[in-house]
């Protein structure tokens, strides 16, 4: 049983992980242990699917040593089935492969070795720990070699011992088994020229080089996926071969008894055979044996390229009644197939097929069994998850799995009450995130419960940018466009919910609300479906193969899976905001839901124009001239009464709203004189009383502001408060406070501060501290328990009431958003700060 993973301080635990799997084959593992490990950027995440306890699993540690994209992780096979040591080998975009320790019996990992020798990208990797202990690592890149490495027990490193040279042939896939009753290897490599080659090696005699075997001819294009499985105690085996021809190929290797029974078949036997091909191994015994090479099948059922073949685990140790070999194979024609003998008709068969229907997805790219074959995981092409579940009568049920964006997270917002959060990417896509509350017992602990996407409900032609909630149910986003859009929830999101989250919408009459949304063809806007409109379109006879509205209202009891995501829980689009000449670089909305605020990528000070629109009409009420290059970030103060600007020309403004003319003026505006920047300012944001705000820059400085007291004239004026944070090796690209005083005699705030580097820090800071250093260190969310890219937004669970329950248990909650596609929460525990 895995914990949750808290820092060393104790004060900060992570308790949702949401991001996508690479967009690369052989980027996700399911090991004997029953964790599955997928590459996400540059990072491996731990995950727990926890199937057997009739739970939802979660990401319950991440891993991050690469430079570059994660391309393949494998768990490491153990031959000895005592061995309990569980490591993993990834490879990786920065030419390297890493060998992850499993630190026993903590359940985590640590890189310990990282494997250099390649020239190009490593692209594949296998690896086998045998009975002595000796571990063989094979990878293979895109300088066209495979090498072989060797770490031998008690020894601290591994060693390079062969490089395999294929010219200017691809590697494309790799697979690695033992051989029964023997101490050889036998390595299959699927290559680009459509061929696979096999290669053995004898360790008995203690020879760590592989030699060449035989070529394996049949496939007509790229061979993408090899696995092996041991048929019986005898030393069969069989190879699955998987390729872009759309064809599996199985070949059966057979031990004869003598090599001259293998010629006395061919001389006498007059029947009609594939040609077959032999090899001699050495037995444990010292004995000789021969193995024999055929063609077992050809099966054709997809009509897509095959990523990914897969038998069903130790098929032999199931009941009699199930006793039969089991091939997933995965195909980017959206379907899985499970493949099995007949012995009725002599053929392979697909006893069930598993896939996506309609959406905008691109087929799987990898699909697992589950240890004990019940259960299979798939990777779509975009990222995400498929599961599905064996139930006792045999038939296959979608099961509940994890998600995410599948490029950078550009920000993140949470709803006015502090239930679920909504994050935008440049993957196109908007995100809502929440809780799964099973029950409807008063939740005491909510803790026990995971987070979850719930809804996709903008699935875009443009990447995104930036998002700002205006209720409960509505939102604003902006992507590259000039145009900002204007999103209502359904009728259908708030009934599920309310049902799955357990949120309160007594507030909104949803029966005004559309049903649910739909793209039309070749359309960007989500248009509204009522309930007449779906009445009716279930009702006409099916004219034409795409019809007009693909929703289906959803009655959910656990959060959606990836089709219906996709499909099902679009949000209408109810207005646009045009008035920027060149693409929406941020947005802010007011707390008192009144106003939204927005600028755009600009290179002149009218450009650069920050427009106010009042959220009733979406009508513009002025436009806010202050800055020279594109503002960065705007910040409503939390009495909606000032708007902060911070900008690419390294200076912030303040505006504040007048009553009497019923707009924002500008109160301050920073210089060159008193600006402190001197880079580009990224990032803001005010504290809760809104009577500080902080400024941080590429210059490695965060500057708290406040009123001048000292000022002489008239004007309103802000200077610094104290000395500003200085942290000269980072750039700070997000800020934000707490939404209370951590101590309300000294008047402590808690802030957080996201860098380039990935690492998020927690600081106090207090206004009364007249000291050099007024900045105190809480924590430091480095490697696994941050970021390892871009920060790109932090943003503190609103506190509507310290009547809220996990402020009566003095927990916060703090998510944050990167340009490692992760979207992460975290529960800090006060109780730890004062």
Not at 283 to 292: H, L, R
Not at 355 to 378: C, M, Q, R, W
Not at 645 to 650: F, K, L, M, N, P
């Amino acid at each position: 049983m895995i914990c949750n993973k808290m820092n060393k301080f104790e004060q900060i635990k992570t308790v949702y992980v949401s991001s996508a799997v690479n967009s690369s084959p052989n980027c996700l593992d399911w090991g004997v242990n029953g964790l599955v490990i997928y590459g996400s950027c540059n990072a491996i995440h731990l995950y727990d699917p926890q199937i057997t306890n009739e739970s939802d699993g979660r990401v319950v540690s991440s891993f991050v040593a690469h430079t570059m994209r994660v391309n393949s992780v494998k768990w490491v096979q153990n031959v000895d089935s005592s061995c309990c040591q569980q490591d993993i080998v990834s490879c990786s975009t920065d030419n390297t492969a890493i060998l992850w320790e499993d630190i026993q019996p903590t359940g985590f990992y640590k890189a310990y070795e990282k494997l250099i020798g390649h020239s190009d990208v490593v692209t594949i990797n296998d690896a086998i720990r045998l009975a002595n202990q000796t571990l063989v690592i094979v990878t293979a890149a895109g300088d066209c070699t495979v090498k072989v490495w060797i770490k031998h027990k008690n020894e601290n490193t591994s060693e390079c011992v062969q490089t395999i040279d294929f010219d200017s042939v691809l590697c494309l896939s790799l697979k690695m088994t033992l051989l029964s009753n023997t101490n050889c290897l036998l390595l299959a490599c699927g290559l680009s020229n459509s061929k696979i080659q096999l290669y053995l090696n004898d360790f008995s005699n203690g020879d760590s080089v592989f030699l060449p075997s035989h070529s394996l001819i049949g496939h007509e294009d790229w061979v993408r996926s090899l696995d092996f499985i041991s048929e019986d105690n005898l030393g069969n085996l069989y190879l699955a071969s998987g390729s872009q021809d759309s064809v599996i190929r199985l070949w059966k290797f057979t031990v004869e008894k003598s090599y001259n029974n293998c010629i006395s078949n061919k001389e006498f036997d007059d029947t009609l055979k594939l040609e077959s091909k032999t090899f001699n191994v050495t037995k444990q015994d010292g004995s000789d044996c021969i193995y024999m090479i055929q063609l077992e099948t050809v099966i054709s059922g997809h009509d897509g390229w095959i990523y990914g073949v897969h038998w069903k685990p130790n098929y032999f140790t199931d009941y009699i009644s199930e006793k039969k070999m089991e091939l997933l194979s995965v195909s980017m024609d959206k379907t899985l197939a499970v493949w099995a003998y007949d012995e009725d008709s002599g053929l392979w068969v697909d006893i069930i097929r598993l896939g996506e229907v309609g959406g905008n997805t691109l087929g799987f790219y990898g699909g697992k069994f589950s240890p004990d074959g019940n259960s299979i995981l798939a990777q779509g092409h975009n990222g995400s998850f498929h599961l599905w579940t064996k139930n006792k009568n045999g038939s296959w049920t979608p099961g509940v799995t994890i998600g995410g964006h599948f490029g950078s997270v550009e920000d993140i917002a949470w709803d006015p009450e502090g239930k679920y959060i909504v994050s935008v990417s440049s993957d196109q896509t908007s995100r809502i995130h929440a809780q799964w509350l099973k029950s409807n017992k008063p939740v005491n602990n909510l803790h026990s419960y995971n987070w979850h996407e719930m809804a996709r409900p903008q699935v875009h032609g443009y990447n995104m940018s930036s998002v700002a909630m205006l209720s409960s149910i509505s939102f604003v986003s902006s992507a590259e466009e000039k145009v900002i859009r204007a999103f209502q929830a359904p009728y259908n999101f708030l009934e599920n919910m309310s049902q799955l989250a357990k949120i309160n919408f007594d507030s909104v009459d949803i029966t005004k609300c559309p049903l649910g949304a739909s793209v039309p063809s070749l359309g960007l806007s989500n248009k509204a479906v009522s309930e007449d409109d779906f009445k009716n379109n279930t009702s006409q006879p099916k004219k034409k193969d795409y019809p007009e509205h693909y929703f289906i209202p959803l009655s959910l009891n656990q959060p959606p899976t990836e089709e219906d995501l996709i499909q099902n829980t679009l949000w209408p689009e109810i207005q646009k905001l045009y008035g920027h000449v060149y693409e929406v670089y941020c947005l802010a909305s007011s707390f008192n839901h009144k106003w939204l605020a927005s600028a755009a990528k600009a290179t002149s000070l009218e450009l650069a124009s920050i427009i106010i629109w009042n959220t009733e009409n979406f009508q513009q009420i002025q436009k806010l001239i202050s800055h020279n290059l594109t503002v960065t970030q705007l910040a409503f103060s939390p009495d909606s009464r000032n708007l902060l600007s911070v900008s690419r020309d390294r200076t912030w403004s303040l505006f504040e709203y007048d009553i009497k003319t019923n707009s924002f003026i500008i109160i301050s505006k920073s210089d060159k004189h008193t600006g402190i920047h001197t880079r580009i300012i990224w990032c803001c944001a005010w504290t809760h009383d809104s009577v500080y705000f902080a400024t941080g820059s590429r210059d490695g400085k965060l500057v708290i502001w406040g009123r001048n007291d000292q000022s002489v004239d008239s004007k309103i004026t802000y200077c610094a408060k104290t000395n500003p944070l200085i942290v000269s090796d980072k750039s700070f690209t997000a800020v934000a406070f707490a939404p209370t005083l951590i101590s309300e005699c000294k008047k402590t705030y808690l802030l957080a501060v996201g860098a380039d580097s990935g690492n998020i820090s927690l600081y106090k800071w207090s206004s009364e501290d007249k000291s050099v250093t007024p900045w105190f260190k809480i924590a430091d969310l480095i490697n696994e328990f941050g970021h390892h890219l871009t920060v790109k937004k932090i943003k503190f669970q609103p506190l509507l009431c310290k009547t809220d329950l996990r402020y009566r248990k003095g927990i916060l909650q703090m998510a944050s958003c990167g340009a490692d596609m992760m979207v992460r929460i975290y529960d800090i525990y006060l109780k730890d700060f004062s």
